[in-house]
């Protein structure tokens, strides 16, 4: 049976408790909020799927698409699409391709009661939701079983996620479906929906106001600015990563999951169909300055190379080395995110004084941090800024 000795070595995928036969894996929270698989041992019957299909275990063995994978710089052609996804919005006419087919998509949601999960959608209008990027684990329960019904009944399906979730179905599944689309992403590792949690209740006392809607990357000051959006019943919150207490603790790796420290599937080829990514330097390239954004696609497979083609109507393409969008120091796509040297300590005063006592202790956020986002902000906005951006539009265009 499985046993979680080590936490660095569970990343919390669900495929043992999916493989279980007698349902006797459950996944539980753990102080600090993330879920782990416990054994009811009176149930188990010691069949040793749990161990088989564990993805972190079996890392190094599990095959990947035989094709050299190929790069590309994409973004949708809707304006709406574009402004509401994260980077580019490669993803939309990925579900809207599929369900135009009959098929299914899963993706990663956000539910009224600000909980993140996995959820299965047949329409391309519901896929709406699965568009911006979540920093926080999804709940997977039940979802793996889910697609592989659906798979069986013959149904194209989409999975996304983590590269670790799409390791995980792999190992789970078994074997390779032709109606599968796997996409996975160069992940920067996820929080806990504890500490989401303690977020917002400290920010809705902060505002004296009811949190209504939460988006993680809002593009309000440009894709090159990393702004949490907050609406409150009482007016809208813009924070970017400087100054928005969530976004500071993430990027400081702060209090990351475990196994994201020592992730074993950050490599370039993976068992994925797609790996997606934000391409930080694609207008660079392209020569477009608008700030909206641009999806870096590693395209891993024959599937994902005509399925990409035939998503031409709705995206721009662009192709491009490997070399290019990934930095010679592998970035996020090869290396996992370093540990904070205070993540015990900031743990523990979290779970005794709170989130605000936690920031303010090891992330603090100065009144230097406000002045110079507040400068950045009035450039940006100003008129000699949207001068130079016209300018370098107008080059690009002549080029």
Not at 82 to 108: A, D, E, N, W
Not at 205 to 218: D, Q
Not at 286 to 299: A, Q
């Amino acid at each position: 049976m499985i046993q979680i000795t080590d936490l660095s070595k569970c990343c919390g995928c669900t495929a043992c408790a999916a493989a279980c036969p007698v349902s006797c894996i459950t996944m539980q929270a753990d102080t600090e909020g993330f879920l782990y698989p416990r054994v009811d041992t009176e149930k188990c019957i010691n069949c040793g799927l749990c161990e088989k299909v564990c993805p972190v275990l079996h890392a190094k063995e599990t095959p990947t698409a035989e094709e050299e994978p190929k790069g590309a710089m994409v973004r949708s052609k809707d304006p709406k699409i574009l402004r509401r996804s994260t980077s580019g919005g490669f993803f939309y006419p990925l579900c809207k391709y599929v369900c135009r087919q009959g098929g299914v998509v899963y993706g990663v949601s956000m539910d009224e009661a600000f909980v993140v999960s996995h959820s299965r959608s047949v329409k391309t209008s519901d896929c709406i939701r699965f568009l911006g990027s979540k920093y926080v684990q999804s709940r997977v329960d039940g979802i793996f079983r889910q697609v592989k019904e659906d798979l069986a009944d013959g149904r194209i399906v989409c999975f996304s996620g983590t590269p670790c979730q799409v390791h995980g179905l792999v190992r789970y599944l078994g074997k390779p479906y032709d109606n599968l689309i796997l996409v996975d992403l160069v992940c920067h590792g996820v929080c806990s929906a504890k500490l989401w949690k303690k977020y917002r209740d400290y920010m809705q006392k902060k505002h004296h106001s009811v949190l209504r809607e939460a988006h993680f990357r809002s593009k309000k000051y440009g894709y090159n600015n990393s702004t949490m959006h907050l609406q409150f019943d009482n007016g809208d919150y813009y924070g970017t990563n400087r100054i928005d207490p969530f976004l500071k603790t993430f990027f400081s790796h702060i209090a990351l999951r475990p196994s994201c420290y020592d992730c074993q599937f950050k490599t370039v080829k993976r068992v994925s169909d797609f790996t997606i990514f934000d391409g930080w330097n694609a207008g660079e390239k392209i020569g477009n300055h608008d700030d909206m954004g641009y999806t870096n696609v590693i395209v891993q497979s024959q599937k994902a190379q005509k399925i990409l083609g035939e998503l031409e109507p709705d995206l721009e393409i662009y192709s491009s080395e490997l070399r290019f969008m990934i930095p010679k120091s592998g970035g996020m796509t090869m290396n996992s995110a370093r540990v904070h040297p205070r993540r015990a300590e900031f743990q523990a005063l979290l779970e005794e004084k709170g989130f605000g006592a936690a920031v303010d202790k090891y992330l603090r956020i100065t009144q230097m941090d406000h002045v110079i986002e507040k400068a950045k902000l009035a450039l940006r906005d100003s008129r000699t800024f949207r001068k130079i951006a016209k300018k370098k539009r107008e080059i690009t265009r002549r080029k």
